[in-house]
């Protein structure tokens, strides 16, 4: 399985950003964003299920949202609201037969 993420950039603080993470076959277990932040380990973002439940973590609740399209093989992460310590790496993971796969990463550069 291979991820690719896209969509990160440079926006200001408040401003909105959507990224994609592009999966090269159909995924029919759970995917997540994590992120790396500056300073900071690697830390989950959000998850999503093959039936579309997804979670977050605390500090993106009510800002981000994840979803994904089962036959674009696509997810996606909207983020508004955005925040300077939101800055960071961004990567779209997924586990299947017991191993992990994750993509290149996307950088999000918020400035304030």
């Known amino acids: 399985v291979q991820l690719q993420a896209s969509g990160g950039g440079l926006v200001q603080a408040g401003g909105s950003l959507r990224l994609s993470c592009a999966a090269s076959r159909s995924i029919f277990t759970r995917m997540a964003w994590y992120r790396q932040t500056p300073g900071k380990q690697r830390e989950l973002v959000a998850t999503i299920t093959w039936g579309g439940a997804a979670n977050y973590a605390d500090p993106v609740k009510g800002r981000f949202t994840i979803s994904k399209d089962n036959a674009r093989n696509t997810m996606y992460l909207q983020m508004t609201s955005l925040k300077a310590e939101d800055t960071g790496v961004y990567y779209c993971?997924?586990?299947?037969?017991?191993?992990?796969?994750w993509g290149q990463g996307t950088l999000v550069t918020v400035s304030s």
């Open positions: 993971t997924t586990s299947m037969f017991g191993v992990d796969y």
